[in-house]
């Protein structure tokens, strides 16, 4: 017989975290421009004049994370100001947006992160356990990881005209890596560094300049899915198992992962099933990145 002891104000006290913790990733996934690494940053500087353990704070920032993924749709499709996760989903949102089909859009977003959230609870000891065995050997050889990914993304282009778009693109993004993030510019806060501009550039100066030349929301219809369940499940599914994987390995990111996701995941997904994919990652990412991070 197996008897379990609980302290309700414990309990209570945790809970009042996560939900502190929700409220900030409501805020920070609604709000253009703001993360839920500001807020862990903010929680992780005032948690030693909190009273209670550290993980409860941790456990704000995972539930802030988690709350996030899931409302960053939201500015991403309807404002056309996404965050670094969801830039790369804005184009396939924005096409579901100008069709009318924008509620359903951030509907399969809000699914692909809600079955991410149920797929990565089982899954979470399994993955940890095979990916901490496995990633000695990932690490020696994770130049050639990254390496065979870039190529595989490349390869993955229809037409040679994308491919060696693709090439171009690389190429271009690497130069500028090397260029400027050794840079230390001078800035009000000693936070961020060079990347505060660079993703400024790179992912809100391109998606405003093309608003400007827009017309404004259309009318948008319903919100019913028109997607397969069988196939909005399989691409969340997929998404969550490649997110958790991502959540251990540097330099892969939620979008890359989702690229690959869909060349597996049976049927034609296009759109829906980008979106659906990019959302699964993304929150899984979220989930096991922490985990990762901290084990390996």
Same mark, same amino acid.
């Given at each position: 017989?197996?008897?379990?002891?609980?302290?309700?104000?414990?309990?209570?006290?945790?809970?009042?975290?996560?939900?502190?913790?929700?409220?900030?990733?409501?805020?920070?996934?609604?709000?253009?421009?703001?993360?839920?690494?500001?807020? =862990?940053?903010?929680?992780?500087?005032?948690?030693?004049?909190?009273? /209670?353990?550290?993980?409860?704070?941790?456990?704000?920032?995972?539930?802030?994370?988690?709350?996030?993924?899931?409302?960053?749709?939201?500015? =991403?499709? $309807?404002?056309?100001?996404?965050?670094?996760?969801?830039?790369?989903?804005?184009?396939?949102?924005?096409?579901?947006?100008?069709?009318?089909?924008?509620?359903?859009?951030?509907?399969?977003?809000?699914l692909g992160s809600l079955l991410a959230v149920l797929v990565a609870i089982p899954l979470a000891v399994p993955i940890t356990w095979g990916v901490t065995a496995a990633y000695p050997t990932i690490r020696s050889n994770l130049s050639l990881l990254l390496a065979a990914v870039v190529v595989a993304l490349i390869a993955s282009e229809r037409t040679w005209r994308g491919r060696a778009g693709g090439a171009l693109s690389f190429t271009l993004a690497a130069l500028l890596g090397a260029?400027?993030?050794?840079?230390?510019?001078?800035?009000?806060?000693?936070?961020? @560094?060079?990347?505060?501009?660079?993703?400024?550039?790179?992912?809100?100066?391109?998606?405003?300049?093309? $608003?400007?030349? /827009?017309?404004?929301?259309?009318?948008?219809?319903?919100?019913?899915?028109?997607?397969?369940?069988?196939?909005?499940?399989?691409?969340?599914?997929?998404? $969550?198992?490649?997110?958790? %994987? %991502? /959540?251990?390995?540097? /330099?892969?990111?939620?979008?890359? =992962?989702?690229? =690959?996701?869909?060349?597996?995941?049976?049927?034609?997904?296009?759109?829906? @099933?980008?979106? %659906?994919?990019?959302?699964?990652?993304?929150?899984?990412?979220?989930?096991?990145?922490?985990?990762?991070?901290?084990?390996?």
């Amino acid at each position: 017989m197996v008897e379990f002891v609980g302290d309700p104000g414990l309990a209570l006290h945790l809970l009042a975290w996560i939900l502190a913790g929700s409220a900030l990733g409501t805020l920070s996934g609604l709000v253009p421009g703001l993360h839920a690494n500001n807020f =862990a940053l903010l929680l992780a500087g005032i948690a030693p004049a909190v009273p /209670g353990p550290p993980l409860f704070v941790g456990a704000g920032m995972l539930a802030a994370g988690v709350v996030h993924t899931f409302l960053n749709a939201v500015p =991403a499709m $309807a404002l056309g100001v996404p965050d670094a996760e969801m830039a790369v989903t804005a184009l396939p949102g924005h096409r579901m947006v100008l069709a009318g089909r924008g509620y359903e859009a951030i509907r399969l977003s809000a699914l692909g992160s809600l079955l991410a959230v149920l797929v990565a609870i089982p899954l979470a000891v399994p993955i940890t356990w095979g990916v901490t065995a496995a990633y000695p050997t990932i690490r020696s050889n994770l130049s050639l990881l990254l390496a065979a990914v870039v190529v595989a993304l490349i390869a993955s282009e229809r037409t040679w005209r994308g491919r060696a778009g693709g090439a171009l693109s690389f190429t271009l993004a690497a130069l500028l890596g090397a260029a400027t993030l050794d840079l230390s510019p001078d800035a009000p806060l000693e936070a961020g @560094g060079t990347l505060a501009p660079l993703f400024a550039g790179l992912f809100g100066a391109p998606v405003l300049i093309d $608003a400007i030349r /827009g017309s404004g929301i259309p009318p948008q219809e319903s919100a019913t899915i028109a997607m397969p369940r069988w196939l909005v499940g399989a691409t969340a599914v997929a998404g $969550a198992v490649a997110g958790a %994987v %991502v /959540g251990y390995l540097p /330099g892969i990111s939620a979008a890359i =992962a989702a690229v =690959a996701v869909l060349v597996f995941v049976p049927g034609d997904a296009g759109d829906r @099933g980008y979106i %659906v994919a990019t959302s699964g990652v993304d929150t899984a990412n979220t989930i096991f990145a922490p985990t990762g991070k901290r084990r390996i």
